[in-house]
C-alpha cells in the first residue's frame, strides 16, 4: 500500500484543548457499570484486592478480545504489508541492555514528606495531590522494569525481566521475518500481548496499570520514505477509532514537541480521547528512525539489514511504530459508548458500542419460563451460535431483560414467545431504536447478519 499525501495527519486535529460539550460518563458510572454488569472486577478482592489489578469478567474478557481482534483485522489481516508475531515475555536481559531500558526506562518519582506518599514528579502541580503539601523531596529515577530471576538460584547469572513493551521483540526478529516471510520493504510486523511497568502512581481506573495489553506495529520503511508513513499512520489509526464509534469530536491527534521526544524518535503524535479527567493518551504513533535495530545489531554482532536483490544494496530501515494499549482503547469505547435516555417514559442505561466490539452480538429471550417454548428457544440459539456471540436470557420480565441487554450493549434481541410455535417466528429488537420487527426463523441468520453489516 501507498501513503496518500493528501491524507496529511497534521490536519487532523479532531479537537480543540477544550473537552466536548454534552454528556459524558463519569469514571464513577462506568466503574460501577464494570462491577455490576460482570466486565472488570477487582483482582482478589475477596482478600481485599491488590493496588491497580483487575480481573476482566465474561462481559469484559469478551470485550477486550473483540478489541484485539478488531486491532488485529485492521492491521493484519485486511492488509499484505503486515504480518504477525508473539515473542516471549521473559527474554535474555541483553535485548533490554541493548535497548537502554535498564539504563533509561524511568520515570521521576518525589515523596511527599507531610504524608509519604510517593509521586511521578512530572505528573504534579507542584504540591502533593493526596495532602496538599508543597514539601517534597528531589526528584530521583525510579526504573520502570519489573525484575524476576529465571532459575532454582537467585543471583545475577539468573536475573531476568517482564517486558516493559512488545516492540524489542519485534526488533530482534527483524531479520528472521523478513528472510521466511520474504517480504520487501515497507512491511510491518504485528503484535498483541502483555506488558508489565512498575508504575509509580497507577490510576483511572483500568487507563493506567502495572500490567496490561498492548497492541504494537513496528513498519520497517526506507529511510527517506520515514516522514510520509509517519504521517499516513497518524492519519489510519485515528480513522480506525472513529470507523469503531468514537465520535471525531472526542478524538484528537497531538504532536510532541522537541523537548518530549524520546531520544530514539524525530517525530510522535498521540492519538487522545476526551477521557472524563481531561485529555489523555490513546495511542503513540512514533518514527523511531533506525535506532533500535542499529542497537540491537551492535548489542548482539549480527546484521539486522534489509538487502534488496534489485539493488543489491543493504540498509537499515527506519521503523514507523503505532502502539495502542488495548485496555486504555477498551475503556474508551465504553466511556464514548454509555448514554442514558429516556423509554416508554423510563429511563435507561445503555452502551451503544458498535456491532463489532458488543460483548454478545444477539440475546435470545424466551417470553416465559415454561418448559413448553424451551425446545424452541435451544433450536433458534442453535441456528445463532455459529454465526453470533449469544447469550440465552431468562430471568425476570421482558422489559427487564431488554434493559439489562442494552446496559451491556447487545445490539439485537431476538424473543420467542407463544405465537412462534404457531408461525415459526420470532421478534427482533433494536438495541438503539427499541424498534421490533417480526422475522420467520428460517430468515433469522440472514436478518441478523444484514442488521450487524455482516
Given amino acids: 500500500m501507498n501513503p496518500d499525501p493528501e491524507s496529511q495527519a497534521s490536519r487532523s486535529h479532531l479537537g480543540s484543548d477544550a473537552i466536548p460539550d454534552g454528556r459524558a460518563a463519569t469514571v464513577e458510572e462506568i466503574v460501577n457499570l464494570c462491577k455490576r454488569r460482570g466486565f472488570i472486577f477487582p483482582s482478589a478482592e475477596i482478600y481485599g484486592g491488590f493496588r491497580s489489578t483487575y480481573d476482566y469478567g465474561p462481559l469484559g474478557t469478551q470485550l477486550l478480545r473483540n478489541v484485539k481482534d478488531q486491532w488485529w483485522r485492521s492491521m493484519v ?58 514539601d517534597l523531596t528531589e526528584a530521583r529515577e525510579f526504573n520502570l522494569m519489573f525484575s524476576t530471576h529465571a532459575g532454582p538460584v537467585e543471583d545475577e547469572s539468573t536475573l531476568a525481566y517482564l517486558r516493559p513493551e512488545t516492540a524489542q521483540g519485534m526488533f530482534v526478529n527483524f531479520a528472521a521475518v523478513a528472510t521466511t516471510t520474504r517480504r520487501s520493504l515497507p512491511f510491518g510486523i504485528a503484535q498483541v500481548g502483555k506488558s508489565f511497568r512498575n508504575e509509580i502512581t497507577p490510576q483511572n481506573f483500568v487507563f493506567r496499570t502495572r500490567e496490561f495489553e498492548q497492541m504494537e506495529m513496528e513498519y520497517f520503511v526506507p529511510p527517506a520514505d520515514a516522514d510520509k508513513w509517519f504521517e499516513y499512520w497518524c492519519d489510519e489509526r485515528l480513522k480506525w477509532y472513529v470507523s469503531l464509534g468514537i465520535p471525531e469530536g472526542k478524538l484528537r491527534l497531538r504532536h510532541h514537541g522537541p523537548d518530549e521526544l524520546s531520544h530514539y524518535s524525530t517525530a510522535t503524535a ?93 440475546a435470545v429471550l424466551p417470553l416465559s419460563k415454561k418448559d413448553s417454548l424451551a425446545p424452541l428457544v435451544s433450536e433458534v440459539l442453535s441456528k445463532l451460535r455459529p454465526h453470533f456471540m449469544c447469550d440465552r436470557d431468562v430471568t425476570q420480565s421482558i422489559g427487564r431483560r431488554y434493559r439489562r441487554q442494552d446496559e451491556i450493549g447487545t445490539p439485537l434481541c431476538v ?40
Avoid at 479527567?277 to 554482532?301: F, I, M, P, Q
Avoid at 405465537?419 to 427482533?428: F, G, N
Fill in 77 to 134: 489481516q485486511l492488509r499484505d504489508d503486515v504480518v504477525g508475531l508473539d515473542a516471549a515475555i521473559l527474554t535474555s536481559p541483553k535485548v533490554w541492555e541493548a535497548s537502554g531500558h535498564l539504563e533509561s526506562f524511568t520515570d521521576p518519582l518525589v515523596d511527599c514528606r507531610q504524608c509519604h506518599e510517593r509521586w511521578r514528579a512530572d505528573k504534579l502541580a507542584g504540591s502533593c495531590p493526596r495532602c496538599g503539601s508543597k
Fill in 270 to 362: 498521540d492519538v487522545e480521547f476526551a477521557f472524563p479527567w481531561g485529555w489523555d493518551e490513546l495511542e503513540g504513533v512514533a518514527n523511531r528512525t533506525d535506532y533500535d535495530l542499529k542497537a540491537h545489531a551492535k548489542g548482539s554482532g549480527e546484521r539486522l539489514e534489509y538487502f534488496d536483490q534489485q539493488s543489491g544494496e543493504r540498509v537499515v530501515p527506519y521503523v514507523i511504530e503505532p502502539a495502542a494499549g488495548a485496555t486504555r482503547a477498551m475503556m474508551a469505547f465504553l466511556i464514548a459508548a454509555f448514554d442514558v435516555d429516556e423509554v416508554g417514559g423510563e429511563s435507561r442505561s445503555v452502551l451503544r458500542l458498535h456491532q463489532r466490539l458488543a460483548p454478545y452480538e444477539v
Fill in 415 to 454: 424473543t420467542v414467545d407463544f405465537d412462534s410455535l404457531e408461525d415459526s417466528a420470532v421478534t427482533i429488537r433494536d438495541r438503539d431504536t427499541t424498534e421490533q420487527v417480526r422475522v420467520p426463523i428460517d430468515h433469522l441468520v440472514a436478518e441478523v447478519s444484514a442488521r450487524l453489516g455482516r
